[in-house]
């Protein structure tokens, strides 16, 4: 598996979840990272994107302030954690490089938040 992401579920409006991204070491050394989701009915967005260093990261506006990305080189693994969460926070949340490429898209991890 290239890209695996994993971590999602069902939390209440204001709780928390930390999303995992294992990948493959030709996928993810040397190279940015993001994550990014889909809701229902929309297009597929960027959440976050953290630099090779793990020092540089970009975030949505909506992702400012709530959430958090890092990675572990070592691991080849990157995480989000988000915190309090709202209903629009629904979505299949996906990890992919930064700039995307089509190849890595995988099956992505569902985050619902709901009462």
């Known amino acids: 598996v290239q890209l695996q992401a994993s971590g999602g579920g069902l939390v209440q409006p204001g709780g928390s979840l930390r999303l995992s991204c294992k990948a493959s070491d030709s996928v993810f050394s040397g190279n940015r990272m993001g994550w990014y989701r889909q809701a229902p009915g929309k297009q597929r967005e960027l959440v976050a994107a953290?630099?090779?260093?793990?020092?540089?990261?970009n975030f949505a506006d909506f992702a400012k302030g709530r959430f958090t990305i890092s990675r572990d080189n070592d691991k080849n693994t990157m995480y989000l954690q988000m915190d309090n969460l709202n209903y629009e926070d629904t979505a299949v949340y996906y990890c992919n490089r930064w700039p995307t490429r089509r190849a890595y898209w995988g099956q992505g991890t569902q985050v619902t938040v709901s009462s």
């Open positions: 953290i630099g090779v260093g793990g020092i540089a990261t």
